[in-house]
């Protein structure tokens, strides 16, 4: 059973930084899907960056190119999201998921993945 465990995250003012961390267990193949999502209150749910594990393909939504990157530790099944330049619109609960099969054009649709963390606050302050 693939496990999904999320740290990082908190509270910080518009123009800061903070750094996620997704740590999976359970993979049982060596190339996976790996990524986060995120919600606001009031707002559905929209993936924000997802990394092929194992290959390093990268996607990322429009709203964050070029502030937000992923980096993975293969040897950990661990999977790092850094914000930088975060804006109040940033703020809601994120996500960590895995899945092993999801088409290229669906790599943010969160409908795609079977395997989630508990979710961890982010918090932008203007």
């Known amino acids: 059973q693939v496990q999904l465990v999320e740290s990082g995250g908190g509270s910080v003012q518009a123009g800061g930084s903070l750094r996620l961390v997704c740590a999976a267990s359970?993979?049982?193949?060596?190339?996976?899907?790996m990524g986060w999502f995120r919600q606001a209150p009031g707002n559905q749910r929209e993936g924000v960056a997802v990394s092929v594990i194992g290959r390093r393909d990268t996607y990322y939504a429009d709203s964050v190119k070029g502030r937000f990157s992923l980096s993975q530790d293969y040897a950990k099944n661990t999977l790092y999201l850094q914000m930088n330049s975060l804006q109040p619109e940033d703020t809601g609960m994120y996500y960590c998921?895995?899945?092993?099969?999801?088409?290229?054009?669906?790599?943010?649709?969160?409908?795609?993945?079977?395997?989630w963390g508990q979710g961890i606050q982010v918090t932008v302050s203007s």
């Open positions: 998921a895995a899945d092993y099969h999801v088409p290229i054009p669906k790599k943010l649709v969160g409908s795609e993945y079977d395997h």
């Open positions: 359970g993979i049982t193949k060596r190339e996976y899907n």
